[in-house]
């Protein structure tokens, strides 16, 4: 049997209340919002990098998408938007407590030392990119988001281990009792137990291969392989819309952010070959994608943000926000193509596809209580369904997550994990150190991600899908063969696990929703149209009894703010 001790490694056996996963956004604030709740409990935070500089905000934000400051707009507003913008297909009350808390979050952060920009006034310099309702608040000085957070984590006795990654949710008597993992520089198998989990991975970033071909070169940070939501799949939660890709408009060769949400408020937009503005919103979204992808195949393209009709004070402004936060290199991309936003656009493209309830609508199926079908393991963040939740709704989220985890254990004792399990998971993760020889995890993911590329890439084929369907369930074999000689390439080998566990569900995910709904990001080329009479629902899935990947419907749940879907379309082409 293979174990930890077999390569001269040592089981590390902690012990806590509140087990938080992930050290990111959504992370740091559960883990500071538990101990808030009850400073007696012990919390900790479980990171598979360093948390200084972990997760989706690992360099600061330049903005929040979300916020609904009081004078401005309402959380029903809030609701409203977003129905309309996810086609229909959400929990109104889950989006609900993103604007009914988000304004809380805010002030909280900048008590911290947080800045949001303000005008002249000192009220919150608010602007429009949706297309009812201001929500975008501009952070200028957002570079240091996650050096506040962290502090404020200390500040507030959550103990924090760095550099261990979790591999599975310890689920006993029908309940979470703690997590697996192994120490990405020890190689130590770690057993953690632990009275509530709360899973806060982030995104499925590394689904796609990026048109550069660069594994690490993505949008979302390359470390979000997945891990959540394969964790809380073979945890036996739900999960829900996996057929609901992210996809982004990025500027080309560079995957960040063209930020024309950043921009249009000063008065640029997205415009095609010609300079003509093609869409009248730069919110993203499906329908906003849609439009991009039909554009580049008019004969229009390339696309571009356009800001060279601006004048010279607004660009320099553009470029203090663009350049400082968020994506720092940006600057340097730019000069070293001698590219000026005076005289050139920003060529962008479509990305890569993910997984991310942040931008779109995947995620672990959870409530507006952050609970998911598993008691005691709750989620919050990118890989928590709610969506377009962006980093306010992951602050929000996290907040909810922490307190209801404390609220949650409170008569409960610490469950022992089952050896059986204990036993085969350490022979799962340390396979690959058996065969140092054996195939690279490099070889081995590109190969994985390519297939994602050319069978589930939209618009979507059913023939493609179901031949993507069939390689991603015989590349479990491909798995078995790779080989590691060290922890750290051990850890990449279980995040192509992971990555495989998403192809497949967003394969599955993608054959049983018969409709196009979402714009591009579930648009199939057999079913073009959106079919509310038939396909109102959620479609979810989740790991049976056998061990096979079941899925089915859930009904949308009573909307609590009226939104006539007929009526109230998101609708972003300039006729």
């Not at 979810?540 to 899925?551: F, P, R, S, T, Y």
């Amino acid at each position: 049997m293979t174990t930890a001790e077999s390569f001269g490694f040592n089981t590390q056996h902690l012990r806590t209340d509140v087990l938080v996963v992930g050290g990111g956004t959504a992370g740091t604030m559960a883990g500071i919002k538990a101990k808030q709740a009850n400073p007696d409990r012990d919390v900790l935070i479980l990171e598979k990098a360093n948390i200084r500089r972990s997760g989706a905000i690992a360099m600061g934000m330049d903005g929040v998408n979300t916020a609904v400051i009081p004078g401005n707009s309402t959380p029903e507003q809030y609701v409203r938007e977003i129905t309309i913008a996810n086609d229909g297909i959400v929990n109104q009350k889950a989006v609900y407590e993103t604007g009914r808390l988000g304004f809380a979050v805010i002030q909280e952060l900048e008590s911290w030392g947080v800045k949001f920009q303000k005008d002249p006034d000192g009220n919150y310099d608010l602007k429009q990119v949706h297309r009812v309702g201001k929500y975008v608040l501009p952070m200028p000085e957002g570079k240091d988001l996650k050096k506040i957070l962290t502090r404020q984590v200390k500040r507030h006795g959550v103990q924090v281990t760095n550099r261990v990654m979790a591999t599975r949710v310890i689920v006993q008597n029908g309940r979470a009792a703690g997590v697996v993992g192994f120490d990405v520089r020890s190689g130590d198998f770690v057993v953690i137990q632990a009275k509530a989990v709360i899973l806060c991975t982030g995104a499925c970033g590394r689904l796609g291969l990026p048109a550069s071909g660069y594994l690490y070169g993505t949008y979302e940070n390359p470390t979000n392989a997945g891990d959540g939501y394969a964790m809380a799949y073979h945890a036996g939660a739900e999960l829900t819309n996996i057929e609901c890709f992210q996809i982004n408009p990025l500027i080309k060769d560079y995957n960040g952010p063209a930020c024309a949400y950043v921009a249009s408020p000063f008065g640029a937009y997205t415009a095609n070959a010609e300079g003509h503005r093609f869409i009248n919103c730069d919110y993203w979204s499906g329908q906003m994608m849609l439009e991009i992808y039909k554009e580049l195949n008019s004969g229009n393209g390339p696309v571009h943000l356009k800001m060279y009709h601006l004048d010279d004070d607004t660009i320099a402004e553009i470029e203090s926000i663009l350049w400082a936060n968020e994506r720092p290199s940006r600057g340097r991309f730019h000069e070293g193509r001698g590219e000026n936003y005076r005289t050139h656009g920003v060529e962008m493209n479509i990305s890569e596809i993910g997984l991310c309830s942040g931008h779109s609508a995947s995620g672990v199926w959870v409530n507006e209580r952050a609970e998911t079908t598993i008691p005691g393991l709750y989620a919050a963040g990118d890989m928590a369904s709610v969506p377009h939740n962006y980093m306010i709704g992951a602050f929000v989220y996290g907040r909810i997550a922490g307190e209801n985890a404390v609220d949650y254990l409170q008569s409960l004792d610490h469950l022992e994990p089952d050896p059986d399990f204990l036993a085969a998971e350490q022979a799962r993760i340390y396979a690959p150190l058996t065969q140092p020889n054996g195939i690279p995890h490099t070889q081995v993911e590109y190969k994985l991600r390519r297939l994602v590329n050319d069978y589930l890439q939209p618009p979507k084929s059913p023939h493609k899908m179901a031949i993507g369907l069939e390689k991603f369930v015989a590349y479990t074999d491909t798995l078995s063969e790779m080989g590691a000689r060290d922890p750290h390439e051990l850890m990449r080998c279980n995040e192509v696990h992971f990555i495989r566990d998403c192809a497949e569900m967003a394969a599955r995910a993608s054959l049983y929703r018969k409709e196009t709904r979402w714009g591009l990001y579930h648009y199939r080329l057999d079913y073009p149209d959106r079919n509310d009479a038939e396909w109102f629902c959620h479609v979810n899935l989740k790991k049976g009894d056998a061990g096979e990947m079941e899925l089915f419907k859930r009904p949308v749940e009573p909307y609590i703010i009226d939104v006539d879907l007929k009526k109230e379309t998101y609708d972003v082409a300039v006729r």
